[in-house]
């Protein structure tokens, strides 16, 4: 793993998607968003914060002890750039001519 990649950290208390900036003796991650799911469905999501009373989306976040790091699938990947910015959503496309279906 490099500077710069997106990657899940697991730590005691939840899961983390962010930028890379270091894995050393403590871990750093730019923009990093907290894992959360949806009770009733399982989907997944990106909390607001990091911490129930942290700041909202804070631009980095320091971890002093992870079970672990890894690279992010793909998809969650495509979610974190859209949900900071970094990539633009996909576009429903609309058909020019109106059609009335039946």
Do not use: H, W
């Not at 799911?37 to 399982?42: A, F, I, M």
């Not at 631009?59 to 750039?81: K, M």
Request: aromatic share 4%; hydrophobic share 40%; glycine share 8%.
């Amino acid at each position: 793993m490099e500077k710069g990649n997106i990657v899940t950290v697991v730590t005691q208390s939840g899961e983390y998607v962010g930028k890379l900036v270091s894995v050393d003796a403590v871990t750093e991650l730019e923009n990093p968003r907290m894992i959360i799911r949806n009770p009733e469905n399982g989907e997944m999501g990106f909390a607001k914060g990091i911490a129930a009373t942290g700041e909202e989306n804070p631009t980095s976040v320091v971890f002093q002890n992870i079970v672990f790091c890894v690279p992010s699938n793909e998809r969650v990947v495509d979610a974190f750039l859209i949900a900071t910015g970094e990539k633009d959503a996909p576009k429903i496309e609309v058909p020019a001519e109106k059609k009335i279906i039946t």
